[in-house]
């Protein structure tokens, strides 16, 4: 089946994602992130970079674990899993790169990583469950609009990197993702048409899209929240990230 | 660290299961196999396949739960793991096919393939155990004698070709997995050079060798016992192979 | 250790229990629940009673597996993750009873129990996380505040019983549970205060605690935004519940 | 339905596992053990007793997850597994007990303890499978047998007992054992009764009765190869054992 034809159940897909992305990008933290000065300040990006390194360090295994499910006996779709798992299977390093060209030693993540904020644990949790209990084809809908996400998340990317005069190479997950990512979306495409066989397939590759979506969302006010402790001089799990903040004005 | 290598811990490793083969091809079975008319009977061949069938449809799950497994924290062994369970993915389709070539019509294979027999049972148990409780190491036991094993077989599976009368096609499972493997073979010790880092590693590396090359050989034995109860009329599981009888002489 | 004794990490999690306890029972839908005509309607009471029904359904199999995790070594607590398994296990039996005693048939409740919402979802995948990834310690935070919640929503249900005109035994769930949890409090205070070994540990049962009650009082939004489509006619796949709607007034 | 009333499938299942007991009871290893000086050897009896510490670490731990599994749906079935799980939970406590009244010092059993033997490893692997991926009935296979075989075993037990000198609470495993095991039978044959509802149940409860207890008897033979080595001063991963070698005679 080709995969820019289009499909009703697609269209759906695309619509209750799109108006998650909306109320995202029309928050006033989005706002607030582009126009004013918040933008500038590295610990915002460096705590949520640490909540990428975070879910990162698991997209590779629970990706792999819907191939490994003896639920799923579509071999396509079993290759595609392992396929995909390899090609996610590192991205925590990238953070992590990320996070030290930052200024932050983290000589030994286990140990000087702070735990992640709960809604990214939530969001690890989900794609656990979804991938061995669920449908198979359920975490499907998680990759179609993470591979995407670049279309709606460039501009502010953009934006922070010029804010946070940080060199291209130092954003170096979100610069090398937003690379093998059209073809990733193609990808999710073809299989999801192959792979949804009934009216239940495609809702729960909606439910799983709109869970994660939301929870992505959580975890930017999360963020938003320990950074304000930071800023504040609050108690935080974070506060390796002081050393951070930007110089005092006179 | 080159592939081609020595290394006294690889050399143990050879030394063990070149043990093991060594028992396995001076069994009177192996010998009856290749020197009587036994070999030309297609229903023992059948039952092996039926085991492959079995085995084959969990190595590449087994292969990428090593991936999964959070102990597993070398990137590079877990593209290993990712890309192996990538290439190993469907290949029970294979015996599937070269059961049907035979003449069996298995329409439906959850339904008409037989129980595996008890020691194929174990092998694909110990596969996962070793997988997600043993040192993300152990694995690679298997896959290291798996992946040379066409090397030891390939007089006994050209000899059965020729006495069954088999087109290379309908023997798609061996002819496919020789040529692979030899990449395949370099690939694992070149990882386990990499991976293991103690002699506790090696120590697990040589008893997952063992154990499954012993399995291996126990399915050996299992699918000549069961092969007997085919020929003398008793019951049995498997009884479907009796239409791949030969003919009686009179 | 005694039962009864004070600790201040035990002081700690009940201040941030009660901080979320609060948030819930002072939410106008609480005040709204008790005071108007809303608590008479037993398709609200429904949806909330399908959410236990799906959670239920997992309660004893993820307590059990904080017994299966080969990281708790603690032969006293892996009994306690048994027993209070074998406890919980069929509670999901007393919720479908409750909602057959409303009148829905439900004959084969895997083909008619609609899917759970998203936050009962989340509830039931954190559980899984919880028990296998986290510490051995984690999942306590979860049974510490549930069994002592019914102190907390006793006079909800207490309120909801008397407007809906329901039997006690209509509402087994809530009334066996309230009985035997008194005895369960302090045994989950008693384990708490033996495995707790490190800061560390009692973080962890903190931040299960929370969000665990938090996805709680998430589930509680949802169930009342999915009424609200009941009531005003919108698609929901809680249409089955609309046989029980109150006649509507001239 | 009555635990004592006698049922065709029972009596096959009984058949089946009196024959391998059979094998056991006549193998020559049994004879030399009660008849020659054999049984004294403290090694050979320590050595046994490390495997069973090695698989009573986990037996709790896979009855658990047969209530575990998603596919278990009776409740009354799902109690029998968590009550079981929690009767066998810390056993392997009573293993080390013993092995420490022989005068190993153990002090850090994971440090301290060798390895299993590769039967003993095979028969966890296994009832860890069983416990996941089999049906949900097929463990069962393990604990009928398992329940019964201090009948079997007795005879031996108090044979090496008197042999070797030890006092019954320094054999705590064994004499333990056999007081609550004949409850546990009758429990076993009723629950077996109320599951197994088709043929292919009870053909994979006796294919799980007869694999543990084969690799039962492979663990025996693995015990006496291993005894051997020590015996004979070869090289072993249980050479601590030596500090229990009989004084040589003049």
């Given at each position: 089946?080709?995969?820019?034809?289009?499909?009703?159940?697609?269209?759906?897909?695309?619509?209750?994602?799109?108006?998650?992305?909306?109320?995202?990008?029309?928050?006033?933290?989005?706002?607030?992130?582009?126009?004013?000065?918040?933008?500038?300040?590295?610990?915002?990006?460096?705590?949520?970079?640490?909540?990428?390194?975070?879910?990162?360090?698991?997209?590779?295994?629970?990706?792999?674990?819907?191939g490994?499910?003896?639920?799923?006996?579509?071999?396509?779709?079993?290759?595609?899993?392992?396929?995909?798992?390899?090609?996610?299977?590192?991205?925590?390093?990238?953070?992590?790169?990320?996070?030290?060209?930052?200024?932050?030693?983290l000589e030994?993540?286990?140990r000087?990583?702070?735990?992640?904020?709960?809604?990214?644990?939530?969001?690890?949790?989900?794609?656990y469950?979804?991938?061995?209990?669920?449908?198979?084809?359920?975490?499907?809908?998680?990759?179609?609009?993470?591979?995407?996400?670049?279309?709606?998340?460039?501009?502010?990317?953009?934006?922070?990197?010029?804010?946070?005069?940080?060199?291209?190479?130092?954003?170096?997950?979100?610069?090398?993702?937003?690379?093998?990512?059209?073809?990733?979306?193609?990808?999710?495409?073809?299989?999801?048409?192959?792979?949804?066989?009934?009216?239940?397939?495609?809702?729960?590759?909606?439910?799983?899209?709109?869970?994660?979506?939301?929870?992505?969302?959580?975890?930017?006010?999360?963020?938003?929240?320990?950074?304000?402790?930071?800023?504040?001089?609050?108690?935080?799990?974070?506060?390796?990230?002081?050393?951070?903040a930007?110089?005092?004005?006179p």
């Open positions: 089946m080709s995969t820019t034809e289009s499909h009703p159940e697609l269209d759906r897909l695309d619509e209750a994602i799109g108006a998650i992305w909306n109320q995202i990008l029309t928050h006033p933290l989005a706002k607030e992130l582009t126009q004013s000065g918040l933008g500038a300040d590295r610990r915002l990006y460096a705590l949520y970079i640490f909540q990428v390194y975070h879910y990162a360090s698991h997209t590779a295994r629970n990706q792999a674990l819907v490994v499910n003896l639920a799923n006996v579509d071999t396509q779709y079993q290759k595609y899993c392992f396929e995909h798992a390899l090609e996610e299977t590192g991205h925590e390093l990238m953070a992590l790169h990320d996070l030290r060209a930052l200024g932050l030693s030994e993540p286990r000087d990583v702070p735990r992640p904020l709960p809604a990214t644990e939530l969001l690890i949790a989900y794609l469950f979804v991938s061995t209990q669920g449908r198979p084809v359920s975490r499907l809908g998680y990759s179609y609009w993470a591979e995407r996400s670049y279309d709606f998340i460039r501009p502010v990317i953009t934006s922070l990197q010029s804010k946070m005069s940080l060199a291209s190479g130092s954003m170096s997950f979100f610069f090398a993702h937003s690379k093998v990512d059209e073809k990733h979306a193609d990808d999710v495409r073809a299989i999801l048409l192959r792979v949804c066989k009934s009216p239940e397939d495609w809702a729960a590759v909606r439910r799983t899209a709109e869970v994660t979506l939301q929870l992505t969302a959580q975890i930017l006010e999360q963020v938003y929240g320990e950074y304000k402790k930071l800023r504040d001089g609050h108690d935080t799990e974070y506060a390796l990230l002081q050393k951070l930007p110089p005092t004005e």
